[in-house]
């Protein structure tokens, strides 16, 4: 180990020498045999000249960079303009805060960027609706009687063994799903005098006006209407079918039906047990 006053004395001297101008190279020729952690340690914090300084082909990059972004610039503008990785604009900088401008163009762009991406979405989704409706073109009365029963066997009442009850009642929320029931209803020889109709709705909602909205629906008169049948509203519930868009559900019920219910049962039958070709 060289002794304590060696190593000061190397200190000294090194010193001298770097602040004299001389590279590592040179203070090491010139001090003789020095461990290359010896001589790190005794020149620790004293800066080299700058002739032996090497240059960097990025410094400048570096510097335009960090002056883009403190105009406001985004990593991806300044990749844009100095043509250099974004690792690298990352790394030169990081240091520097987001302007509040880069923030607001930011949200500026992502939310016209959103607004196109749903707009753009909507517009295909209805071109894929309008495709799939010009497919079914007009429906034949086999092919209204057919959809009609499968559409009452999914919401209608049915009779269960344990409740036997061979009558029509369909009831549903959905204006078009009511107005193609009623067309079912006709091309199966039903008369709008048999039908008897009835809304219902929670208490706390309006119900004249859901009652005057389902009349405009089915385009029946009032004569047909019975009372709404009112269903207590638990405070407790959170319900999303509020405000003035909410008109309960109609109920129809067809007087004389047992026939009918038959019929809607063997149309099922005949359309679900048929085995495919």
């Not at 959103?114 to 989704?125: D, G, I, S, V, Y």
């Not at 008169?221 to 405070?235: A, I, M, V």
């Not at 039906?257 to 149309?267: A, D, K, P, T, V």
Request: net charge positive; proline share 5%.
């Amino acid at each position: 180990m060289r002794p304590p006053q060696r190593v000061s004395q190397v200190r000294e001297e090194a010193v001298a020498l770097r602040l004299a101008g001389k590279s590592v190279r040179e203070i090491k020729d010139t001090l003789g045999p020095v461990g290359k952690r010896t001589l790190s340690a005794a020149l620790k914090d004293t800066p080299p000249a700058e002739w032996t300084r090497r240059p960097n082909a990025k410094d400048d990059l570096r510097e335009k960079a960090r002056e883009l972004r403190t105009q406001g610039l985004s990593y991806n503008e300044i990749v844009a303009q100095l043509d250099v990785a974004k690792s690298s604009v990352s790394l030169w900088v990081r240091d520097i805060p987001c302007p509040k401008r880069f923030h607001y163009v930011h949200n500026e762009r992502r939310l016209e960027g959103l607004r196109k991406f749903n707009e753009a979405r909507t517009a295909r989704q209805a071109a894929e609706s309008e495709a799939a409706a010009a497919e079914i073109g007009e429906l034949t009365n086999r092919e209204v009687l057919i959809a009609g029963a499968i559409a009452y066997w999914c919401e209608g009442s049915k009779s269960k063994p344990y409740r036997r009850a061979n009558r029509v009642v369909f009831m549903n929320s959905d204006p078009g799903l009511i107005r193609f029931f009623l067309r079912f209803l006709e091309t199966a020889g039903v008369s709008r005098d048999d039908l008897i109709l009835r809304v219902s709705i929670h208490d706390n909602a309006d119900a004249e006006a859901a009652q005057r909205f389902w009349a405009e629906v089915t385009g029946v008169g009032p004569n047909l209407f019975r009372s709404p049948t009112l269903k207590h509203h638990k405070p407790k519930t959170v319900r999303m079918n509020i405000g003035d868009d909410y008109h309960g559900c109609l109920r129809i019920d067809v007087r004389r039906s047992g026939e009918l219910y038959r019929r809607i049962e063997g149309w099922v039958s005949g359309t679900t047990n048929k085995p495919s070709a």
